[in-house]
């Protein structure tokens, strides 16, 4: 799916948020810069979590939201080193209902992934600096 702006990754993260229930796991991958966190917020505003309760984009593994239907856990397993350091910090809690997992960087350890992950993939388009392509598993 091509997203030819940024309006056009929000219009992408509201459908996908509509299709979204407990338990959900979702797998952003793609480069750096790619918008994997400008669409894990837009995804996580569709499901209702204010703006405000958003922070600056301060560096957090697992970062905890109150959406209207479910709790989020917005997940950046960049600085990881492996599947260990995410079981100590205590991440399967959040791999499984009520939770709604929004995962950036997941090939940190694929091993966590629930079977029923959902896999998505945003690549930046090489020739315009403003769009981006996006695929659903
Ligand atoms: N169509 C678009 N969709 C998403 N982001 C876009 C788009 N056009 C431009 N951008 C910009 O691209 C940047 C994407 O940065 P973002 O932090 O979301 O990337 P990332 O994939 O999370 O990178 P990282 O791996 O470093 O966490 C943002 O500054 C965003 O404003
Ligand atoms: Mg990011």
Known sequence: ???????????????????????????????????KTFFSRALMRAMGVKDEAIPSPTYAIIQPYQGDRFP??????????????LLTIGVE???????????EWPERAPSLLPPSTRHLTLTIDPRRPNARHLDIG
Not at 72 to 85: G, K, N, P, Q, S
Not at 93 to 103: D, G, H, K, S, T
């Open 72 to 85: 989020i856990a917005h997940m950046d397993w960049y600085r990881i080193d492996d599947a260990d350091e």
């Open 1 to 35: 799916m091509l997203l030819g702006d940024e309006e056009a990754t929000i219009a992408a993260a509201r459908a996908l948020a509509a299709e979204i229930t407990p338990g959900t796991c979702l797998a952003l991958h793609g480069e750096l810069g790619a918008g």
């Open 93 to 103: 809690e959040y791999l499984q209902p009520p939770w709604v997992a929004v995962i």
